[in-house]
């Protein structure tokens, strides 16, 4: 499990009272590679990230088993900005930029945990921005105000700054313009080849499984089925139900 860059091992999560929301869940992200993961709403896709971050008690669920380690160290009692330290981060669903600060601010706010000195955090930065041509622009406006293609690269870029091994991104895809998804998907695709292992939640299981080597496929808490990109973009089955409906829902509404 330690040349893993993320593994899961029968991951268990309930929100209150409320039905299993991930039941016996077990995965891998092996070191260099970008897995999808995939599956309807609902699936539980992103409790899973909420359990691997750290994030799950904020939205009021708790583990009731299994275990999360990342780079080889276990991670599951750790609090969310422990995890950073070990060399996780995650741009979250519905890209949560923090709408009031500068996108400046947000980057800088997603170094803080590695608390850089001066030179270095900016060094960081040019580093991350190289990925963002866009975002030097922009550096003194207002995130709220940035178009939702802007945002999520936003919020990629600030998961960047932490200098992360391994990224989680919940379906960075989602409401963008087919043209903004594409440039999501090549930053990924650069992100990953300068060596960040990346967990990739989408809806969009075309684009994903067009940049993944793995994918895994999420239905009721539980994994219904995993294999190669290749294998699965050949299945017929999961062409129908997942690469047959209309990929970018709402395309158009944000720019
Ligand atoms: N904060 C929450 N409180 C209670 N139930 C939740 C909460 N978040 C998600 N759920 C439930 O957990 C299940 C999995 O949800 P989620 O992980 O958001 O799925 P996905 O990201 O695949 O759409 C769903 O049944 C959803 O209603
Ligand atoms: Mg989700």
Do not use: W
Not at 96 to 101: G, N
């Amino acid at each position: 499990m330690s040349d893993c860059a993320l593994a899961v091992h029968d991951l268990s999560v309930r929100y209150g009272a409320a039905a299993t929301a991930l039941d016996g869940l077990t995965l891998e992200v092996p070191r260099g590679e970008i897995v999808a993961l995939l599956g309807p709403n609902g699936a539980g896709k992103s409790t899973l990230m909420r359990a691997v971050s750290g994030l799950l008690p904020v939205h009021g669920g708790s583990l009731t088993s299994g275990r999360v380690e990342v780079l080889g160290t276990d991670v599951t009692r750790l609090r969310p900005s422990g995890r950073v330290r070990v060399g996780l981060a995650q741009a979250l669903e519905g890209r949560q930029v923090f709408p009031e600060l500068t996108v400046a601010e947000n980057l800088a706010a997603g170094g803080y945990v590695r608390r850089y000195r001066k030179a270095e955090a900016r060094e960081v930065r040019e580093r991350v921005l190289h990925h963002f041509p866009r975002l030097q622009d922009l550096m003194d406006r207002q995130a709220g105000y940035l178009s939702g293609g802007e945002q999520q690269m936003l919020a990629i870029g600030r998961a960047m700054m932490s200098q992360p091994s391994v990224l989680l991104l919940d379906e960075p895809s989602l409401g963008l313009a087919p043209k903004i998804v594409e440039t999501v998907r090549d930053v990924i695709l650069d992100i990953n080849r300068e060596g960040t292992s990346i967990l990739l939640v989408e809806q969009n299981a075309a684009m994903a499984l067009s940049i993944a080597q793995h994918g895994y496929i999420l239905e009721g808490g539980r994994v219904v089925r995993e294999g190669s990109a290749a294998e699965l973009r050949a299945d017929d089955d999961i062409v129908s139900l997942y690469l047959g409906v209309a990929p970018v829902e709402g395309a158009g509404q944000h720019g």
